[in-house]
Antibody, heavy 123, light 106 residues
Framework: QVTLKESGPALVRPTQTLTLTCTFS??????????LNWIRQPPGKALEWLAR???????YYNSSLKTRLTISKDTSKNQVVLTMTDLDPVDTGTYFC???????????????WGPGTMVTVSS | DIVMTQSPATLSVSPGERATLSCRAS??????LAWYQQKPGQGPRLLIF???TRATGIPARFSGSGSGTDFTLTINSLQSEDFATYFC????????FGPGTKVEIK
C-alpha cells in the first residue's frame, strides 16, 4: 500500500524558514521515472505546485518561488524534504506531497497524495 | 503559465442525477489533463488522467472527455460519497490547477 505523510511546524513566524518532510512507504524513489512533488493550497484557494524531485535526482521548481525553495531526498529513509525561506503570511496554507508514478502513457498526474499539513505564518 | 478555469463554481445536484463539470485551459494542453476529488480535511484523490482514463479503483460512473482546451468530467448517478470538490490539473506544461467545482446536495 502506497502512503505519504507530511510533517512540519504548524506555526512559523514571518521571515523564518519552513522545513517540511514527506515520509512515504510502499514504493522506492529509486525506481525509474518515480517522482515526488510538493503542492500547497491556501485557505479557500486553488492548489499551487511548488517543486518536484525525480528518481535520478533532477529537481524542478515553480518559477515564481524558485529563489525560496529547496527540495531534497533521502532515499534510504524514504523521505523528501522541502525548505522554503523568508516566509510571509501569504504562504499560509495546507502543504501536500504527491507522487507521480512511472506511467506507461508518460502521464504526469499525481496518483497518491498525503493528507497534508497545515502551516500558518503569523507573528 | 497555463491558466485553468472551471465552471460552475458550485453545482447543486440531487442523488441519483448526473453532474457535468467543465474545465478550460488558456492554451492547448492536448489530453494532458487530470481530475481530482477532494473532501474536507483530505488530500485530493486522482479520478481521471490523460483526459479520459480512469485511475485504479475509480467507479465507471466517473468519465472524462475533451482535448485541446475544453474538458468535461461527468459523474453519472451521483452517490452520497460523490459530494465533494473537484479540481482539474494540466500537466502539458508546469503543473497548474483549476479553482475547483463544489458539488453539493440539492
Amino acid at each position: 500500500q502506497v502512503t505519504l505523510k507530511e510533517s512540519g511546524p504548524a506555526l512559523v513566524r514571518p521571515t523564518q524558514t519552513l522545513t517540511l518532510t514527506c515520509t512515504f512507504s510502499g514504493f522506492s524513489l529509486s525506481t525509474n521515472e518515480m517522482r515526488l512533488n510538493w503542492i500547497r493550497q491556501p485557505p479557500g484557494k486553488a492548489l499551487e505546485w511548488l517543486a518536484r524531485i525525480d528518481w535520478d535526482g533532477d529537481k524542478y521548481y515553480n518559477s515564481s518561488l524558485k529563489t525560496r525553495l529547496t527540495i531534497s531526498k533521502d532515499t534510504s529513509k524514504n523521505q523528501v524534504v522541502l525548505t522554503m525561506t523568508d516566509l510571509d503570511p501569504v504562504d499560509t496554507g495546507t502543504y501536500f506531497c504527491a507522487r507521480i508514478p512511472p506511467y506507461k502513457s508518460s502521464s504526469l498526474a499525481f496518483d497518491v497524495w498525503g493528507p497534508g499539513t497545515m502551516v500558518t505564518v503569523s507573528s | 503559465d497555463i491558466v485553468m478555469t472551471q465552471s460552475p463554481a458550485t453545482l447543486s445536484v440531487s442523488p441519483g442525477e448526473r453532474a457535468t463539470l467543465s474545465c478550460r485551459a488558456s492554451q492547448n494542453i492536448n489530453d494532458n489533463l487530470a481530475w481530482y476529488q477532494q473532501k474536507p480535511g483530505q488530500g485530493p484523490r486522482l479520478l481521471i488522467f490523460g483526459s479520459s482514463t480512469r485511475a485504479t479503483g475509480i467507479p465507471a460512473r466517473f468519465s472524462g472527455s475533451g482535448s485541446g482546451t475544453d474538458f468535461t468530467l461527468t459523474i453519472n448517478s451521483l452517490q452520497s460519497e460523490d459530494f465533494a470538490t473537484y479540481f482539474c490539473h494540466q500537466y502539458n506544461d508546469w503543473p497548474t490547477f483549476g479553482p475547483g467545482t463544489k458539488v453539493e446536495i440539492k
